[in-house]
């Protein structure tokens, strides 16, 4: 887990919540027990500031920042992905994206990384599906048609040609495999601070998933689909080790 990454997962998991922000020493703690140090966490700061995600800010305990609406938008939006609670009821229409092409490779391949990493996948180059549509697209410098529609043929394989869901069920699979010995390897008397840690790496890994599964409509899934034991693992982990991990960021703000 690199810094950016974690201060990402940082403000999105805890620090939403107690007002989106932080002083710059709490920050450096907070990520020691993911063994990430202080000049990564600066580093990563000022990289988040210059891309609009932080603003500096004035606070009790010292120099600190706080989430931008931007970065706010994007926290919500992830989290309701990431803790959406069951099965998210689809309408039965897509939402479709018709882009004007992008001559320049950069700023092609990082649009297609904001538009995957939004739940949305290719059907061609200038056309993109995903199963709703996101409220961030406006954040995107996108020049693009948008509609939402019931398309003809078997919606079951136009989700299958759109995304590879082989891929994705296997991606589960590992998953799953991994958080098992992750979680099985933390002792009953474990300290909050390793529980915290332990913690950032199951959320952070299950984050994952935001570029690869959009939360694809259950009745078109096929049937024993992986992601669903995944994600009942995930809640039941992430929800009981959340009092010690909170109770550490707590412990860590305040003092």
């Given at each position: 887990?690199?810094?950016?990454?974690?201060?990402?997962?940082?403000?999105?998991?805890?620090?939403?919540?107690?007002?989106?922000?932080?002083s710059v020493a709490a920050l450096v703690r907070l990520l020691a027990p993911l063994e990430i140090a202080a000049p990564a966490v600066r580093?990563?700061?000022?990289?988040?500031?210059?891309?609009?995600?932080l603003d500096p800010v004035r606070l009790p305990q010292g120099p600190g920042y706080a989430a931008t609406p931007k970065c706010v938008r994007r926290?919500?939006?992830?989290?309701a992905r990431v803790y959406r609670g069951?099965?998210?009821?689809?309408?039965?229409?897509?939402?479709?994206?018709?882009?004007?092409?992008?001559?320049?490779r950069t700023r092609?391949?990082?649009?297609?990384?904001?538009l995957s990493f939004l739940g949305y996948a290719p059907l061609s180059e200038t056309t993109w599906i995903g199963p709703r549509a996101s409220a961030e697209l406006d954040q995107l410098d996108l020049h693009a048609d948008r509609f939402e529609a019931v398309l003809d043929g078997d919606p079951v394989d136009l989700l299958a040609r759109?995304?590879?869901?082989?891929?994705?069920?296997?991606?589960?699979?590992?998953?799953?495999?991994?958080?098992r010995p992750l979680i099985d390897g933390l002792p009953d008397d474990s300290p909050d601070d390793q529980v915290f840690a332990v913690r950032s790496r199951l959320v952070h890994t299950w984050r994952n998933f935001l570029f690869r599964d959009p939360g694809l409509p259950a009745a078109l899934l096929p049937s024993g689909w992986p992601?669903?034991?995944?994600?009942a693992y995930f809640e039941q982990e992430a929800s009981r080790l959340m009092p010690q991990a909170a109770?550490?960021?707590?412990?860590?703000?305040?003092s």
């Open positions: 887990m690199n810094a950016r990454a974690a201060l990402f997962d940082l403000y999105g998991d805890h620090l939403r919540s107690r007002g989106g922000q932080a580093t990563a700061i000022s990289r988040m500031v210059r891309q609009g995600w926290l919500d939006e992830a989290a069951g099965t998210i009821t689809w309408p039965g229409r897509w939402h479709l994206l018709v882009i004007e092409p992008v001559r320049d092609r391949e990082r649009l297609r990384a904001h759109a995304w590879d869901l082989d891929a994705i069920g296997r991606a589960y699979e590992e998953w799953l495999a991994g958080a992601g669903d034991k995944a994600r109770a550490f960021v707590e412990r860590t703000l305040t």
